[in-house]
């Protein structure tokens, strides 16, 4: 399958090839800063991979050398001119953070150069994030004179925990690749020309497991960071059809005929 949502030259494509999905965001030029038509296209693109019952995880990564500048300022004078533009931006936003947050599938983002504001927000919407050796993570907003949405922060801490947060967005100030994994930020830093392939392999050990687990997986884990009882039920709901399902007596059959399992998601 290979899909895609374009606003105009400035593009947010979705391929799906072997049950990973790839959505690439595409203005490199600007550093692929995000338009507000980009931030819907970015929707529609992750709900297409929700109604892809084939993918088993997505990567979300940038085209050029810049994983994204965020949201993209020229338009502010427009969309974001005064507290009621401002409010219907920021859902926009949190729309897509949401959508990333809550697909069914794993997600990871790979990131290089330049994540900042909106775009470091999007990586932190990923579960798995690895960067190059030359990313640099920051969240200007004090330097722009708004505030970051109050949502968006609670994303950040959950994800840089609250020294960090406070650090990011009280200061301005860009932090290395190295110093956002010694801040549990990153799962890996890996050298520039190795991150694709590295990105790629583990997307792929990702994807032969079983997709029924991974959802109630994820669904646990953002019950948990959430602390929200109705997800916590849908995470033991989703946990309890794993032992049901196909692919756990699939899973079985293998281990007594020492094999790898072939998982269906049934």
Same mark, same amino acid.
């Given at each position: 399958?290979?899909?895609?949502?374009?606003?105009?030259?400035?593009?947010?494509?979705?391929?799906?090839?072997?049950?990973?999905?790839? =959505?690439?965001?595409?203005?490199?030029?600007?550093?692929?800063?995000?338009?507000?038509?980009?931030?819907?296209? @970015?929707?529609?693109?992750?709900?297409?991979?929700?109604?892809?019952?084939?993918?088993?995880?997505? =990567?979300?990564?940038?085209?050029?050398?810049?994983?994204?500048?965020?949201?993209? =300022?020229?338009?502010?004078? *427009?969309? $974001?001119?005064?507290?009621? *533009?401002?409010?219907?931006?920021?859902?926009?936003?949190?729309?897509?953070?949401?959508? @990333?947050?809550?697909?069914?599938?794993?997600?990871?983002?790979?990131?290089?150069?330049?994540? /900042?504001?909106?775009? #470091?927000?999007?990586?932190?919407?990923?579960?798995?994030?690895?960067?190059? +050796?030359?990313?640099?993570?920051?969240?200007?907003?004090?330097? @722009?004179?708004?505030?970051? &949405?109050?949502?968006?922060?609670?994303?950040?801490?959950?994800?840089?925990?609250?020294? /960090?947060?406070?650090?990011?967005?009280?200061?301005?100030?860009?932090?290395?690749?190295?110093?956002?994994?010694?801040?549990?930020? @990153?799962?890996?830093?890996?050298?520039?020309?190795? #991150?694709?392939?590295?990105?790629?392999?583990?997307?792929?050990?990702?994807?032969?497991?079983? +997709?029924? *687990?991974?959802?109630? *997986?994820?669904?646990?884990?953002?019950?948990? #960071?959430?602390?929200? &009882?109705?997800?916590?039920?849908?995470?033991?709901?989703?946990?309890?059809?794993?032992?049901?399902?196909?692919?756990?007596?699939?899973?079985?059959?293998?281990?007594?005929?020492?094999?790898? +399992?072939?998982?269906?998601? $049934?």
């Amino acid at each position: 399958m290979d899909d895609q949502a374009e606003v105009g030259t400035r593009a947010v494509s979705l391929s799906v090839v072997n049950g990973v999905a790839t =959505i690439i965001i595409d203005r490199p030029a600007k550093k692929n800063a995000l338009t507000a038509a980009m931030w819907a296209a @970015l929707i529609d693109a992750v709900e297409q991979v929700d109604a892809l019952p084939e993918t088993r995880v997505l =990567i979300v990564r940038s085209a050029g050398s810049d994983f994204s500048a965020g949201a993209d =300022i020229a338009e502010f004078e *427009t969309v $974001r001119r005064d507290a009621d *533009t401002a409010r219907s931006y920021e859902a926009l936003n949190a729309r897509a953070f949401a959508a @990333l947050r809550n697909v069914r599938v794993p997600t990871l983002a790979a990131i290089r150069g330049a994540c /900042l504001g909106g775009g #470091l927000g999007l990586a932190i919407s990923c579960d798995l994030r690895l960067a190059a +050796p030359d990313a640099r993570f920051s969240i200007p907003a004090a330097k @722009l004179g708004l505030a970051y &949405p109050a949502k968006g922060i609670r994303h950040i801490v959950w994800a840089a925990g609250p020294q /960090l947060a406070r650090y990011l967005v009280y200061s301005g100030q860009q932090i290395s690749a190295e110093q956002a994994f010694d801040a549990g930020l @990153l799962l890996e830093v890996v050298e520039a020309d190795a #991150l694709d392939a590295r990105v790629e392999t583990l997307a792929a050990s990702i994807a032969a497991n079983a +997709p029924l *687990t991974n959802r109630a *997986t994820k669904q646990a884990i953002n019950a948990i #960071l959430s602390d929200d &009882p109705f997800m916590m039920r849908e995470a033991e709901r989703l946990g309890d059809m794993t032992f049901i399902s196909e692919d756990y007596a699939e899973g079985r059959r293998a281990f007594r005929e020492k094999r790898k +399992p072939i998982f269906t998601g $049934r």
